[in-house]
């Protein structure tokens, strides 16, 4: 829930720019679909990764809901699961988790050359 604090504002921010870039007549249907689809991916991970911690702790959450972590269109409990065992350093995305296998080996690749710091729970961590 913390992540909206800057998440919605800067989807709004996002959309006014859009909106001005259309108004001055230099938006393109491709910069269109684009705006709205990060607002929508953007805004609909934290409901996704709550439904997940949800299901995983037996609360509730809608049969739709349900049913479409299940067919793996929204990130499943068990998948999200990953991401909280060992290191959290792997398993990061936040909507359906079928990028695992490429975010996960480009993340190591940018740890292990020192293109990318590790993130506060690694550190945290027991490292072996």
């Known amino acids: 829930a913390t992540s909206y604090i800057a998440v919605v504002p800067l989807h709004v ?8 870039l259309a108004l001055l007549g230099v938006a393109s249907p491709t910069f269109t679909v684009y ?8 805004c609909s991970c934290g409901f996704v ?3 997940a911690h949800r299901r995983r702790h037996g609360l509730e959450i809608a049969r739709v809901v349900w049913l479409l972590q299940d067919l793996g269109v929204l990130l499943h409990p068990d998948i999200h699961a990953e ?13 359906s988790g079928v990028t695992h296998p490429f975010s996960d080996r480009v993340l190591r690749l940018a ?13 945290r ?4």
Do not use: I, V
């Open 35 to 42: 705006t709205l689809c990060s607002a929508l991916l953007g």
């Open 49 to 51: 990764h709550n439904a």
């Open 125 to 128: 961590a027991k490292l072996d």
């Open 83 to 95: 991401h909280h065992q060992g290191k959290h350093d792997c398993s990061f995305s936040l909507f």
């Open 13 to 20: 921010l996002h959309m006014a720019l859009h909106l001005l």
């Open 111 to 123: 740890w292990d050359r020192g293109w990318l710091p590790r993130t506060p729970e690694t550190f």
